[in-house]
């Protein structure tokens, strides 16, 4: 009898330790699915991501917004890091930030770095001169010096032209050297040579398309090994599309209704 209690008793006891072990991993786990949700922009791609003038502390931008909403959805808590764009790749593959929210195109060459969560914007290279250049293709920029930023698509395809250019941190200074005539010209992605227009560049700048660029998508990018964060992301931005809040985003960034865009990575990238 007094076995049989002790077997009883030792039964009872390892149940209860296993229960407490299996609480404990699961407290440990939600805990994880907690921590902050460390986001790498670069706060000069209007209107994607910038700081506002009257609280430097904010961040603002339909991306920003955006990877805001992601965060809601994971339950996670968003902390966004201001870095320069050249070092943003780098600190992902370090693992020091979780996820680069920062206007990244999708390339085959960046996909051998980092992985790509759902694209959420279709974009375009374009060449931003002044009226009355005389500047009406990439052809009229030989010979001219020609405003890019480091690291991006448009520093890329300016190279792979032979063009004479000067390289920039961030689409802000870019910019400001084509307004002040350091440079003759700027290539860079639409969305912003629109967004200028229609503010400061307003009746003194035109754009030029570049007929042989392709349409580029624009998405958050992961580190390589972090597939699991990746599922999370995509099925975050899908619940988004389903309860229509990415659309009243992209409709209040943009002022046109949302595109239909691939689903995944694989497919933007064939």
């Known amino acids: ?44 791609f209007v209107p994607f ?19 805001k909403a992601v965060g809601k959805e ?18 992902i593959q370090q693992g020091d930030m979780d996820i680069a929210a920062a206007g990244m195109t999708m390339t085959q060459e960046r996909a051998k770095n980092v992985l790509f969560a759902a694209p959420f914007y279709e974009s375009k290279l374009v060449i931003l ?18 405003a890019v930023q480091m690291g991006t698509t448009g520093a890329g395809y300016a190279e792979q032209k032979g063009l004479n250019i000067k390289q920039f941190d961030h689409n802000s200074e870019l910019i400001m050297d084509l307004q002040v005539g350091g440079a003759q010209a700027g290539i860079l992605d639409k969305p912003v040579a629109d967004y200028f227009l229609a503010q400061d560049g307003k009746g003194k700048y035109e754009i030029i398309d570049i007929p042989d660029t392709k349409s580029e998508y624009l998405a958050f990018a992961l580190n390589k090994n972090n597939t699991e964060l990746q599922k999370e992301v995509n099925a975050a931005l899908a619940k988004l599309k389903e309860t ?27």
């Open 1 to 44: 009898m007094k076995f049989t209690k002790y077997v009883v008793t030792a039964l009872a006891g390892m149940m209860a330790a296993s229960m407490i072990a299996g609480c404990g991993g699961q407290d440990k786990a939600a805990a994880e699915k907690k921590e902050p949700l460390r986001v790498a922009t670069n706060a000069t």
């Open 49 to 67: 991501e910038f700081k506002d003038d009257a609280n430097p502390e904010d961040y603002k931008g339909f991306e920003m917004d955006l990877i």
């Open 74 to 91: 994971l339950g996670r808590e968003v902390q966004i890091n201001n870095l320069p764009f050249s070092g943003i790749i780098p600190v």
């Open 129 to 146: 001169a002044p009226n009355g250049s005389g500047i009406t293709s990439i052809d009229d920029l030989q010979g001219k010096t020609v």
């Open 244 to 270: 229509g809040e990415f659309q009243k985003l992209y409709k209040q960034w943009f002022n046109t209704d949302a595109p239909n865009l691939p689903a995944t990575a694989e497919e933007a990238l064939k």
